[in-house]
């Protein structure tokens, strides 16, 4: 009998404080209405690797860690360790948000089990369905209820005390943020002069960096790989270097060279930092030349090279590095 007052006062402090949380959030950001089929969507997403993947496009929607925050960790007298992670659940076209995703582990076990928390604008249908699995799912583990609640409720007072997520004006979510990346053969610039391509780098390697202050490159380690799956148009620009366009020799001048990114990737231009969406012809970038940079002028935009499905980031202790010996700079 205990238990079962435990659990059922459990089960409504969720769901209250899910109710409050939701309307003080969504109230603050462009949000769309969750339908009951995109909570099962958001539901059926697997995620590799719950501590490093932070943010990722699947399936139509963009989960991105809630406030990248790691995860909330609970261990009890029983010895188990259990985990909250929290993401922010957009839709991938237009980056209006639907809710949140709690993802409960157990770490003796291993296993998760994927809570969709619906905006407050949401239907009717993933209301309830939400609510069943706090009932149907949350009851039958052990630990569940108590941390799932004690994380909500955390996170509405919070938000009571003032805190918020980053966002702009309208408290939404920029979609400027998203998709500052390079495809997986985009060649990276060693500390010892030789590329790799930028899918297989790995935290701590040495690459060749940029100071933005100084001008100066060297070597830097990379700190962190950001890893997104979807679909992601890049952006292409063609640079030339500025002495041979001023010069206009008879022989000809150098074959143009390409950097490909994500179109809000940021680059170094001579006017500062630019998304390279924005970056266009005439301007100039640079390029590493004997370890010193170069200018070279952008000749050519083209705003969608090519689609691809898996794009790579890096972020480095200089803050830039070098993409095909072009200077780009890290998100």
Known sequence: MKHNLLSLFFFFACAITTQLLSQRVWAQTASAGMTLDQLKAVKAIKIANLDKDTYFKSGGFILDRYEERPAYVF?????????????????????????????YQNGKTGEVKPFVIPGASAERG???????????????????????????????????????????????????EYNFCFAADAPVTLAD????????????????????????????????????QGTFNLTGVWLAPVSEIVAQTEVGMSPAVLLEATANHPVLTA????????????????????????????VRVEKQTKTVSTVYNLATEAGAYLVGETVVLDK
């Open 75 to 103: 261990t009890y007298s029983d010895g188990i360790t259990r985990k909250i992670y929290l993401y922010k659940i957009f839709t991938a076209a237009d980056t209006k948000d639907l809710g949140l995703l709690a993802i």
């Open 126 to 176: 993933a209301w309830d369905a939400y609510i069943d699995d706090l009932k149907y799912v949350g009851e039958k583990e052990p630990g569940l209820m108590s941390t799932l609640t004690f994380v909500l409720s955390r996170e509405m007072a919070g938000l009571l005390a003032g805190g918020s997520a980053k966002t702009d004006d309208g408290g939404a979510k920029k979609k400027e």
């Open 193 to 228: 002069g030789s590329a790799k391509k930028i899918s297989d780098i790995a935290v701590n390697d040495v690459v060749m960096g940029y100071n933005v202050a100084t001008k100066i490159t060297a070597p830097t380690h990379v700190t962190r790989i950001d890893t997104h």
């Open 271 to 298: 006017t500062g930092r630019k998304a390279l969406g924005d970056v266009t012809a005439g301007e100039v970038l640079y390029r590493n030349e004997a370890g010193k940079p170069v200018a070279y002028r952008v």
